[in-house]
């Protein structure tokens, strides 16, 4: 299968095209809303999976990029010298490669399952399915944008809608909750935009040869052109002299400290402790369909900008900090299982598990290493379906009971025998059940650990036992036990809860027996960025 087609434009912006069918549509016409938005979620599914299928590992991607003159802002030439043309300018670009892809995939479907789950909605549905449609295709521009500031676009417009989702649909403390996430999102956006724009200037520089032969200077928000400058320190230095330009350059120094305010930035996304508090309140008060695309998906964009933005143009800045990357995944892992184990709240038991979770990934990341980064990437997918599933399981559970609370909760495996199962199934993939997808992304960060922080990976090790002990604590306290008389009437899944669960616990089991689904897509990736920039591969 050939695809010669705008195949990515069409992936980001037809969710959109959804959102303004839905404004046309009747307000009170729920079921025709919420149809509407699920084939909407769908459209954007199939594409990834056309892209998942065309795609070829060993072409980096390149097969998959689009890109036109976005913005174009000429310069004073008196300000920087000669006759010659000099502009800033930004493109539009997307391209698809290795890492995006999979990550894709994933927004697509979580996004699919949230909209069918959002059956529990019970006001407003136009409303909150517009702005459901606006995140995810904010949230897939950001895994396919390859301009700087096109990326910081896509960005910020997943903070609009969350803010509304959470703000409006939430439970009793959702203006606080939803308040905490736009302070301190923009916090960290505000950081990203300041080493944004500090990179368009030094390593953006660009020196092209016109038709009449004329040179054509710039600087330029391409990721590509600012990774290769960086790559290549020689090659930009001769480009600045032949432009007679002279700006400030991105010492050792600089580049350690630009890293270091990315892991910031993104950390905060991701979240890196101490920057969760914010996470904590989303979980809680935001609806669980909304909740599913914020564990499953949103955090994973920190996670995601990093690596593209840390690792891959500051992969020695990110070599020196491995081990306090070590160190903070480490925090994260045990803080995340210990609090968690405390918890008497289902929701935030769920809560630092994310947390916990997020910190294997850290520790992958931090080994620097082929298998430590597939690890790490493979959990932030893994995660993102068991935790979406977690979620939607949560959703039912309240939706008959009434509350999340483990000590009102117990014995539904009596009168809800399906989502009992579904969510047994769920906790022990999350604990690292072999043969679930959980096992595979925990087995490959520890091994890239071991290979580079031992002792850190050994200590790490204590981190599962603790997760094992809570989930199960937590699954086994809601499916057995004794049960209240008031619950004795609920009842098990409906079909359109029943389908979402059965496809992100498929997907699960899949990932588990044949990890190759994902790692062959990311093998390319990473490699290719150690073996350029002389780093160690481990194996």
Not at 11 to 22: D, E, I, N, T, Y
Not at 214 to 226: E, K, L, N, P, R
Not at 369 to 396: C, D, E, P, R, Y
């Amino acid at each position: 299968m050939t695809i010669d087609w705008p195949i990515l434009s069409f992936l980001v912006f037809s969710p959109l095209l959804g959102a303004v069918v839905l404004l046309a549509l009747p307000s009170q016409r729920m079921r025709l809303l919420r149809w509407t938005a699920v084939i909407a979620t769908l459209l954007p599914l199939v594409l990834a999976i056309m892209l998942y299928i065309d795609y070829d590992p060993s072409k980096s991607g390149t097969a998959y990029d689009e890109q036109s003159t976005w913005i174009s802002i000429p310069l004073d030439k008196a300000a920087v010298g000669g006759e010659a043309d000099f502009d800033l300018h930004f493109d539009y670009s997307l391209s698809l490669d290795g890492l995006s892809l999979p990550l894709v995939l994933l927004t697509t479907i979580v996004a699919s399952m949230a909209a069918i789950a959002s059956i529990t909605i019970r006001k407003r549905w136009k409303l909150y399915y517009f702005w459901l449609l606006v995140l995810e295709c904010g949230m897939l521009g950001v895994f396919l944008a390859r301009d700087l500031l096109l990326f910081f676009i896509f960005f910020e417009i997943t903070l609009i809608p969350m803010l509304f989702l959470v703000g409006i649909w939430g439970l009793f403390d959702r203006e606080r909750a939803a308040i905490r996430f736009l302070l301190y999102n923009g916090l960290g956006s505000a950081i990203m935009l300041i080493v944004f724009v500090i990179l368009v200037v030094t390593a953006g520089f660009t020196l092209e040869q016109t038709a009449a032969g004329v040179a054509h200077f710039g600087y330029s928000g391409s990721y590509d052109v600012i990774a290769a400058n960086l790559a290549d320190p020689q090659a930009y230095a001769n480009q600045l002299s032949q432009a007679g330009e002279n700006p400030f350059y991105l010492s050792g120094t600089m580049q350690t400290v630009l890293f270091v305010l990315l892991l910031i930035a993104f950390g905060i996304k991701l979240p890196i402790v101490p920057f969760h508090t914010w996470m904590l309140d989303v979980h809680k008060e935001a609806p669980a369909p909304v909740v599913m695309i914020h564990s499953g998906i949103l955090l994973k964009m920190g996670a995601y900008g990093l690596i593209r933005f840390g690792f891959f143009l500051f992969p020695e800045q990110a070599d020196k900090c491995s081990t306090l990357l070590a160190i903070l995944g480490l925090i994260n892992l045990l803080y995340g299982a210990v609090i968690a184990f405390r918890q008497k709240e289902l929701r935030l038991v769920l809560a630092y598990s994310s947390l916990s979770h997020m910190g294997i990934v850290l520790l992958g990341l931090s080994a620097l290493n082929v298998i430590g980064l597939q690890g790490a990437v493979f959990q932030l997918i893994s995660h993102g379906l068991i935790s979406a599933l977690l979620f939607l399981l949560l959703g039912a559970f309240y939706e008959r009971t009434g509350t999340t609370k483990l000590d009102e909760l117990g014995g539904l495996a009596r009168t809800m025998p399906f989502m009992s199962g579904a969510l047994l199934a769920a906790g022990l993939a999350s604990l690292g059940l072999p043969g679930l997808s959980g096992f595979v992304g925990e087995l490959l960060s520890l091994l890239g650990v071991f290979d580079s922080h031992k002792a850190i990976a050994s200590i790490a090790v204590l981190g599962i036992i603790l997760t094992a002990i809570y989930v199960l604590r937590a699954v086994m306290g809601v499916s057995f036990g004794s049960m209240q008389p008031r619950f004795e009437s609920v009842h098990d899944a409906r079909f359109i809860e029943a389908l979402p669960v059965v496809v992100l616990l498929a997907l699960v089991v899949l990932l588990g027996i044949y990890p190759s689904f994902v790692t062959e897509q990311l093998h390319h990736s990473f490699d290719s960025m150690l073996e350029q920039l002389n780093l160690r591969v481990g194996g």
